[in-house]
């Protein structure tokens, strides 16, 4: 797979980077299988819902095409990291979205932004 990168700068919702992804994985020379678009467009939804729900209202999206996957890195202005925590199964405030993120990727990682914030990456298999 050749390296393809896109920046999304400031997708104003989940459905909007559901589909830039969508475009991103329909424009590579190489392409991916169904099941793995699908998970790359759920992990880009979770992280892009957590970044405007808990980051500040708004993030930057960064997918790249790797030999051994596909990149996603979301970029918000709040230095909180994601935890891990017991899902929320009767009120509905969640818990579910870190724990499937980390299942479905090889890696994930968060990194401190230079002037705060942070990235939230992960490296799918594709």
């Known amino acids: ?3 393809m990168s896109v ?3 400031a997708p104003r919702s989940a459905a909007g980077a559901r589909e830039s992804a969508r475009g991103f994985l329909d424009g590579l020379v ?3 299988t169904d099941e793995a678009a699908d998970t ?5 939804s979770e992280l892009v819902t957590n970044a405007l729900r808990h980051g500040g209202g708004t993030c930057t999206l960064d997918l ?10 979301v970029h918000d202005r709040s230095p909180r990291v994601p935890r891990m925590r017991t899902p929320d199964l009767n009120d509905g405030t969640g818990g579910f979205g870190w724990p499937m993120v980390n299942r479905l990727a090889h890696t994930t990682a968060v990194t401190p932004g230079p002037s705060g914030g942070k990235t939230v990456s992960a490296l799918l298999p594709c």
């Open 1 to 3: 797979m050749d390296m």
């Open 7 to 9: 920046s999304v700068a």
């Open 30 to 32: 190489h392409p991916v």
């Open 40 to 44: 790359v467009v759920l992990v880009v």
């Open 64 to 73: 790249t095409a790797h030999p051994d996957g596909i990149g996603v890195a």
